[in-house]
């Protein structure tokens, strides 16, 4: 249990340590491309990846470079989700992805999709549609009517970007874990995969921003260090505890999923103040039985 709390904190850290990032204006691509250098150093020492078999990595290649384009992008989404409508919907809408593999498993791979799991994934979609509500966009919407178009114009364009953030999310995680099943299925070892995937992704990140020629922060590139060791720590944590309970997977996959909803609740609600409406508050708890419902199905 110590390994699955672990992964749980970590998890909720890091976004913790977006929103706050957020709020003092740091570019959040120059922390997350400072972030994997250290991601792939402590993938090298912790999961121990055998390079002498990147040569038979073969066709994996197409969904790594995928994956390397995926990660730090999902990264950018996740820290716009967080400002736009907080960690709590945000975290929710990340644990509700795997609604998605379970939607590709039937339409593209011809797994069975039985009653409870369809029940499974109204119930994620109802979840999804309660965290996103906001009932404040239409007033404020309303209350600048009279003003001049110009306004009016950014208020809307917030009110569609705000679900938009929420939703890149949700589709970017979802995603991504096809690619890792994906690359699981061709006998392709994980932390070779993650290696490889994350010194891509850093790469391409790196280029992009010299391309751009970005001004460089030194806050954003010393949260960086942080931010790669909260990543590999949740992901090595969440492994370990799999290894540890293999014979109760349930109690890692529920623990995890419904762990981070809880925590990113209450760090969310008690240590950033953010409001939650009766809506959200259904869609949390509609997100805790989604998770609960697709397992047991």
């Not at 992901?235 to 529920?254: C, D, G, K, M, N």
């Not at 959200?280 to 047991?296: E, I, T």
Request: glycine share 10%; with cysteine; net charge positive.
């Amino acid at each position: 249990m110590m390994y699955l709390t672990i992964a749980v904190l970590c998890s909720v850290a890091v976004s913790v340590l977006l929103k706050i990032l957020r709020q003092k204006n740091i570019d959040i691509r120059q922390t997350i491309v400072a972030g994997y250098p250290v991601a792939f150093l402590l993938t090298w020492l912790l999961l121990k990846p055998d390079v002498s078999k990147v040569g038979e990595l073969g066709g994996a290649w197409g969904i790594i470079i995928a994956l390397g384009i995926l990660l730090p992008a999902v990264f950018v989404i996740l820290g716009r989700a967080i400002a736009a409508v907080g960690m709590v919907a945000t975290d929710a809408a990340q644990r509700l992805s795997l609604i998605i593999p379970i939607i590709a498993a039937f339409l593209l791979f011809g797994e069975v999709l039985t009653g409870t799991r369809i029940f499974g994934l109204a119930l994620g979609f109802l979840a999804l549609g309660a965290l996103v509500y906001r009932p404040q966009q239409s007033a404020l919407v309303n209350e600048t009517t009279s003003t001049n178009t110009a306004t009016n114009n950014v208020v809307n364009k917030q009110a569609l970007r705000t679900p938009l953030w929420l939703f890149g999310v949700w589709v970017g995680y979802g995603v991504i874990d096809i690619l890792f099943k994906q690359v699981a299925k061709q006998g392709a070892a994980f932390p070779l995969t993650l290696f490889v995937s994350f010194g891509l992704a850093g790469l391409l990140l790196f280029i992009y921003l010299l391309i751009t020629r970005v001004r460089w922060q030194g806050r954003a590139l010393a949260a960086g260090l942080l931010l790669g060791a909260l990543n590999i720590g949740n992901i090595y944590a969440y492994i370990r505890a799999h290894q540890i309970l293999s014979e109760s997977p349930s109690i890692v996959f529920t623990g995890m999923n419904v762990g981070v909803i809880a925590v990113a609740t209450i760090i969310g609600v008690g240590v950033f103040k953010e409001s939650l409406n009766r809506v959200n508050m259904v869609g949390l708890l509609l997100a805790v039985s989604c998770v609960a419902v697709l397992f047991l199905a």
